[in-house]
C-alpha cells in the first residue's frame, strides 16, 4: 500500500487540476446553499472559461452553504487528467455526458477509499487489517479504469463489501472509547443541546444533527460516518480522535479556533474569521 500521506493527498480536492467538473455535471438547488437552480450537465454561471470559481473566496460570506459543504474527495482531478487524459469537456455533447458520468462514480469510489484508509489506519486486528488492505488495493485499481469500464462497475455492490469493513472497525473503536450508558438512542438531534449526554463511542452513522449543540464536547471514537452535521456547533470541541469525519461534514459545521480536528482534516477558514 502507498503511504498514508499520499492516500490522503489524493483523495483531497485539487480544484487547479479539474475541468470544474462539480460546477457542470451536479444538480444545484438554491434552497440547498448553492447560487441557482440548476440542471444536471449545465455549467453554474459563475464557473469562468478557466474552469475556476468566480465567487470561490467569497462563499461564506454569500451564504453558499452547498458550495461549501461539498467535496468531491479528489475524483475531479483523477476523472480530467487520468481517465480522460486531460481533455476537458466543452465541445462534445457524447464526450461530456460520459465524462459526468463517470465522475459521479469516480467520486463514490474515492469515498469509499477515504473510510477504508482511516479504517487500515484504526484498525489492530491483523487478519482484518489485511482485508482492508486488499479491499483498498482493488478500489484503487477500479479508478484507474477507462471511463466505459468506471460505468459497468456494480457500486452497489462494491459498497457493500466496503461497509462490512468499515462496520467492523467502527464497532471495536465504539466498545473501546464508550463511558457511559448515558448516551442518545434516536438518530434524529435537529437543533437539539446534546452537552448533558456522552457521546464518547457513540454511533452517530446518518443521525441528523443539523444545528445541534455539541459546544466543547469529547467526542473520542464517536462514528460520524454518512451523519447530517450542517450547521451542528462544534465550538471548542474534542473530534480530534472520532471516527469516520470528512473534509464536508466539517465544512458544514460550526466550530472555532478551539475545535480539535483529525490531523486528516482542515480547520475550515470561516471558522477563524
Not at 44 to 62: A, E, G, P, Q, R
Not at 176 to 184: A, E
Not at 229 to 234: G, N, V
Amino acid at each position: 500500500m502507498n503511504n498514508e500521506n499520499d492516500y490522503i493527498k489524493n483523495l483531497k480536492i485539487d480544484c487547479e487540476k479539474c475541468f470544474g467538473l462539480c460546477c457542470v455535471s451536479l444538480y444545484f438547488s438554491k434552497s440547498d446553499g448553492f447560487p441557482h437552480n440548476k440542471d444536471a450537465g449545465k455549467p453554474c454561471i459563475n464557473l469562468k472559461s478557466d474552469f475556476k470559481c468566480s465567487v470561490h473566496n467569497s462563499l461564506y460570506t454569500n451564504g453558499l452553504k452547498g458550495c461549501i459543504g461539498y467535496d468531491c474527495f479528489g475524483a475531479g482531478q483523477k476523472i480530467s487528467q487520468i481517465t480522460f487524459n486531460g481533455e476537458d469537456w466543452k465541445g462534445n455533447s457524447e464526450h461530456s455526458k460520459k465524462m459526468f458520468e463517470s465522475f459521479y462514480v469516480m467520486r463514490q469510489l474515492h469515498e469509499m477509499l477515504w473510510y477504508l484508509n482511516e479504517a487500515f489506519n484504526l484498525q489492530k486486528d491483523t487478519t482484518l487489517k489485511e482485508e482492508i488492505k486488499s479491499l483498498i488495493d482493488s478500489t484503487n485499481n477500479l479508478t484507474l479504469l477507462d471511463a466505459d469500464s468506471l460505468l459497468q462497475i456494480n457500486i452497489d455492490n462494491h459498497r457493500d463489501k466496503v461497509n462490512v469493513f468499515i462496520r467492523k472497525t467502527s464497532d471495536i473503536i465504539r466498545r473501546k472509547s464508550s463511558k457511559s450508558s448515558n448516551s442518545p438512542k434516536s438518530k434524529s438531534y435537529f437543533g437539539k443541546d446534546l452537552r448533558n449526554f456522552d457521546l464518547r463511542g457513540a454511533d452517530l452513522r446518518g443521525a441528523f444533527l443539523i444545528a445541534a449543540n455539541l459546544k466543547g464536547m469529547n467526542l473520542t471514537g464517536a462514528d460520524f460516518i454518512g451523519a447530517d452535521l450542517r450547521d451542528a456547533d462544534f465550538s471548542g470541541a474534542d473530534l480530534s480522535r472520532s471516527i469516520f469525519l470528512t473534509q464536508s461534514q466539517i465544512n458544514s459545521a460550526k466550530g472555532d479556533k478551539n475545535t480539535k480536528l483529525p490531523l486528516n482534516i482542515t480547520k475550515p477558514r470561516h471558522w477563524i474569521r
